[in-house]
């Protein structure tokens, strides 16, 4: 029995179709995505298309059900994207850089621990989950640096976080290439998450808008580090993060943001940054 | 948008007053100066008295770093009207150049000033930061170490740290530092950031000058917790290392031990009450035993 494509009229014999379910949650999944493949090209478009089936007898899709629609489809791409950001870890990485705008500042990323590594490494993406701002002016002095590593490493353990990544914005706009600093702190926590990812923001494009995503995100391959093409998939979901970001921006939420650096300058300053994670969970 | 007075309740000579700390104290708050230093100027300017023009400067510089063009012309144009001849005043009027990335016509400015006053050392700073800003990283360390040979000046020196750690020659911000040590013998920022360069540098020897410098720092301030932490770290990695006696071991081992219960009392300390704190607490307990397990 073959399944018929509303768009080109064919009966295709491999895909399942997109499926219609009376509760909130559907159970779309990338062979959904298969089907309308050769039609649309982008899961942006996809979602277009989708809102544009009013019905398609029993396989339509309801409006109000998009939100998780949109997350299949950002699910399914995953592949493409094996590390992603959440909102929280990407506005208050560019908050830090907006706090300290003349000077380079830097921080580590976290991810949830996956429990057991699936043989098939490419089905769940790392999610970057939350970042810790470290410092801001001189990022190459290395004894607070291993004071930072070891304590956020402790603070991970007892949080079920890992260490996955380290961003990083350098002191001049149009410099985005990760130097030597990057590279060792990317390499020490490669030792214990070999995914790890450098996260590099484009200075020059940090408007108060944002747009589109502003950073340069690299992987290690054969003992480099090559850049990756960022899109909006390898975020969560992107338009709450670009709407949460902006707001905070505008809002200047970046004068309350604590880094490593204010912390030793008094132990009171709490780099978990309660007070913005607060902000980011009230404007979602 | 209400004003700065409104939002904040303070009076003119308030403003006047934290204007006057951020400029002692050398704050880099540029949106607040701008904030502040626009209204007081435009609603209070005739109070100002004298105070007026050093504030026109303040205010001047923060716009600049706030893409603020609008501002920063009208501050320099009444500084030129009032001071036409003024280095000084050439010398923003560079910074404005330079703010607008035009950096030739901003070093004409600078070499105008340099050849009346060839000791001027404002436009000498601001020459060596435009080749820093436009990546010329070599050059930039260059017309810095030919300087710093030539003049003694220690404000100079105070800029110099950041270069050499950009560029990863430690050595160079070491003597930096070293200088800036002798001319200010109290500071204990400056003996903990040489620690820190020392310590970055690596080896033995540099480890025990690292850890001298950390105690040094924490004498002048025992409570400037990076010198407790880098004496921590500094003790424990001497104590760690294989090619000490057992004498000098079980001395790092004691200074070791000394600096993680000082961090831990500082810890608890801050964290009274809080609960987000006391997670802290728990992780600095178990950073400094885990230590302590890779030293012996």
Redesign the interface.
Known sequence: MGNHCSVCSATNQTCVPLYSSNTSEIPLGREALHWVDPHVQHPLQLLLFVLGIKSVGDRSVHCNETTTLSKALLEADAVHCPVRGEKKAYCKMLLHAAKY??CAVNGLLVAEKVKEKKKDSHSAPILCVDCVPLFH????????L??AL??ID??CK?NRYVIAGYYQAN??T??FRPN?VAEKVAARISENFSEAAIVMVDNSRLTMSCFEPIVLIYDHHENKWKSRDVNTDCFEDWLEAQKITSALLEG?SYENLIDFDNH?????N?W?N?VINKSVLDLC | MASVSELYDVGWEEMRDKLRKWREDNC?NS?QIVDVGEELISEHGSKLGDDIWIIYEQVMIAAL?CSRDDLALTCLQELRKQFPDSHRVKRLSGMRLEALERYDEANKHYDAILQDDPTNTAARKRKISILK?Q?KSAEAIRELNEYLEHEAVSVLYQSA??FP??F?SYGKAAFCLEELMMTNPHNHLYCE?Y???K??Q?GLENLEL?RKYFAQALRLNNRN??AL??LY??ASHIAASPKVGAKVKKDNMKYAAWAATQINR??K???RG?K??K??V???E??LE??QITMS
Do not use: I
């Open positions: 705008p003349h002016g001189t990022l190459a002095l290395a004894p607070m291993e004071v070891t304590l402790t603070w007892e002191e001049r149009k410099d030597q200047r030793l300058d008094d132990l009171r709490d978990t309660p | 880099r949106e770093d800003a990546g740290p950041c750690c950009d990863h950031q620690a820190e360069v310590y970055t690596g690292s917790m990076r932490f880098g770290m500094s500082a810890y300390l801050a964290g809080t987000e704190n997670c802290s728990k992780a600095v178990e950073m885990s230590m």
